[in-house]
C-alpha cells in the first residue's frame, strides 16, 4: 500500500492551501480516509477523516468550518482544502487509510508552514 501526499508549502496567515493524497496497493473506495497533523515537539493529531463511500466527515475542533476533506474514489484520491490558516496549523501533515477508525496505513508527510 502505498499513500502519496502533496500539495504543502508555505503560506501567510489567512491563506489557503490544498493537500492530496493518491491512494495505491488497496481497494480505495472501501478504506475510510483520514488527514493527521504533527507539529514540532508535538504528537500526531487527528484533522479531518471521511468515510469510504457515504462521504460522511469529521474534523477536529480546531479546524471545524476551515478545512474540508473530501475524496473521489474514481481516482483513488483524498483532498484537504485549507482555508484561513494560522500559524498554529503549521505542521507535517500525513495522509492514512482507517481500519476500524484507526490508522492502518500511513503515508509520508507533506510540509505545511504558516507565517504569521
Known amino acids: 500500500v502505498q499513500l502519496q501526499a502533496s500539495g504543502g508549502g508555505s503560506v501567510q496567515a489567512g491563506g489557503s492551501l490544498r493537500l492530496s493524497c493518491a491512494a495505491s496497493g488497496l481497494t480505495f473506495s472501501s478504506w475510510r480516509m483520514a488527514w493527521y497533523r504533527q507539529a514540532p515537539g508535538k504528537e500526531r493529531e487527528f484533522v479531518a477523516s471521511i468515510r469510504a463511500s457515504s462521504n460522511s466527515t469529521a474534523y477536529a475542533d480546531s479546524v471545524k468550518d476551515r478545512f474540508t476533506i473530501s475524496r473521489d474514489n474514481a481516482k483513488n484520491t483524498v483532498s484537504l482544502q485549507m482555508n484561513g490558516l494560522k500559524p498554529e496549523d503549521t505542521a507535517l501533515y500525513y495522509c492514512?487509510?482507517?481500519?476500524?477508525?484507526?490508522?492502518?496505513?500511513w503515508g509520508q508527510g507533506t510540509l505545511v508552514t504558516v507565517s504569521s
Open positions: 492514512a487509510g482507517l481500519y476500524d477508525r484507526s490508522p492502518r496505513y
